[in-house]
């Protein structure tokens, strides 16, 4: 049995937030680190890392940016994920934010103070989220703004905002001490119909006709074409001999 057979028979076809999180990060990392595997001559003596850290908001936090009710209990921590590469030139940091959304400056200042512990520069990371709406929606000039005003809610508490920043660079600095050789990188996709489709409908004329949101119980949307939207699921696994160092939808942090 093929090993791309194995990851997709191994891996459960619903994935919980944590592991669509984890997905997230090691499908970006494929996209970094795979073209330099496959075609360098020598091989680069890759090593990697994972980590994660808890960015759970507190109690009163604003919610995806102030617009909806904070914070008033939780169900499930939210964390940040990612892995730390070294091997291909400065080092590289992929990080995943279970948050709505980090913009601006924020996003900058996420990307510099990982980049910093990594011994590595912003531009060899990338930090993204995966946007649920029960999350911190985090601008840093926004929030500057709203400050100033009585009436307007906060964006963010930039207190907590610095402890994550504290959080994430104390995570890379342990996964400096615990790098391991990349010997062997398995990648596989499978198509997935009929779960998500374009939010915006067109018509013949290529004009907007419909609309959908986050999710539809609209029958009529159920039977429209998908759309633009990219039909592959894929996955990649990083092993060191045959130790799965780190994989779509499970890691051993």
């Known amino acids: 049995m093929a090993l791309t057979d194995f990851l997709f028979q191994n891996s459960p076809v619903m994935q919980s937030r944590r592991q669509f999180l984890e997905t997230s990060v090691w499908a970006a990392t494929a996209g970094l680190v795979l073209p330099q595997f496959a075609l360098a001559e020598n091989k680069p003596a890759l090593k990697l890392a994972p980590f994660r850290f808890d960015v759970s908001p507190p109690e009163g936090h604003p ?17 940040a994920i990612g892995l730390l590469v070294t091997g291909a030139g400065e080092p590289i940091v992929i990080c995943a934010v279970d948050w709505t959304g980090l913009l601006n400056r924020a996003h900058f200042r996420w990307r510099q103070a990982l980049a910093q512990a990594a011994g590595t520069s912003p531009n060899r990371v990338a930090v993204q989220c995966v946007h649920q709406h029960n999350a911190p ?3 840093l000039d926004a929030e500057e703004i709203v400050s100033t005003q009585t009436d307007l809610s906060h964006n963010v ?7 994550c920043l504290d959080r994430g660079a104390a995570a890379v600095t342990r996964a400096k001490t615990q790098l391991r050789p990349v010997t062997h990188v398995a990648t596989g996709q499978a198509k997935v119909e009929k779960v998500a489709g374009n939010r915006r409908v067109l ?3 290529d004009k907007v006709v419909d609309w959908r949101g986050s999710s539809s119980k609209d029958p009529k949307h159920w039977e429209l074409p998908e759309g633009l939207i990219d039909p592959w699921l894929k996955t990649v696994a990083f092993y060191d001999g045959k130790t799965k160092l780190a994989a779509s939808g499970k890691t051993n942090a």
């Open 63 to 79: 919610l995806c940016g102030g617009w909806i009710k904070p914070v008033v209990g939780m169900d499930d921590t939210e964390e």
């Open 157 to 163: 508490f930039t207190d907590f905002f610095q402890q």
């Open 137 to 139: 929606f985090v601008c």
């Open 203 to 205: 018509g013949p004329d």
